[in-house]
């Protein structure tokens, strides 16, 4: 088999990979959220985030924080824990939830168990008011979000 050939194969199966249904059985809300959502979301909140983690906003939308290089578990509880400083209203639950669901759909998922902690998180963006959102009303947002996105 020539070099063309090996590489039309190589092609073929990218293409078919790409594009069978999928299965993922352990995706976390906040471990799916957008390199750039994220850095936005800070900056909407005048969050900074650490510069061991985040060192510069993303150019573009792939993903790139979680893979610019080798992690220790240790550096990825770090970097997650940043999240939440993010993620701190319903609207930003809303958002990272339709996100995610946009995401594993492109990539063809036709099961996910998305899992998340209910948190007590404000009800409105900044600038708003400073009222508590109750777990059930955390739980009733990503619930919308499945909703609207089906």
Do not use: W
Not at 2 to 26: A, Q, W, Y
Not at 29 to 34: D, K, M
Not at 46 to 64: I, M, Y
């Amino acid at each position: 088999m020539g070099s063309s050939e090996k590489k039309d194969t190589n092609d073929d199966m990218d293409d078919f990979i790409k594009r069978i249904p999928k299965v993922e059985l352990h995706a976390h809300l906040n471990g799916c959220i957008r390199e750039t959502t994220l850095f936005e979301l800070a900056k909407e909140r005048g969050v900074t985030l650490s510069q061991h983690h985040f060192a510069e906003e993303p150019t573009s939308d792939d993903h790139s924080m979680y893979n610019v290089r080798p992690r220790s578990l240790q550096d990825c509880f770090d970097m997650f824990a940043e999240i939440p400083k993010c993620v701190n209203d319903l609207a930003a639950l809303a958002r990272i939830t339709t996100e995610a669901l946009e995401d594993f759909a492109i990539h063809h998922v036709v099961y996910l168990e998305l899992r998340s902690t209910p948190k007590q998180l404000l009800v409105s963006s900044p600038g708003g008011s400073s009222e508590l959102a109750s777990k059930r009303q955390y739980c009733l947002t990503i619930i919308q979000c499945m909703k609207d996105f089906e």
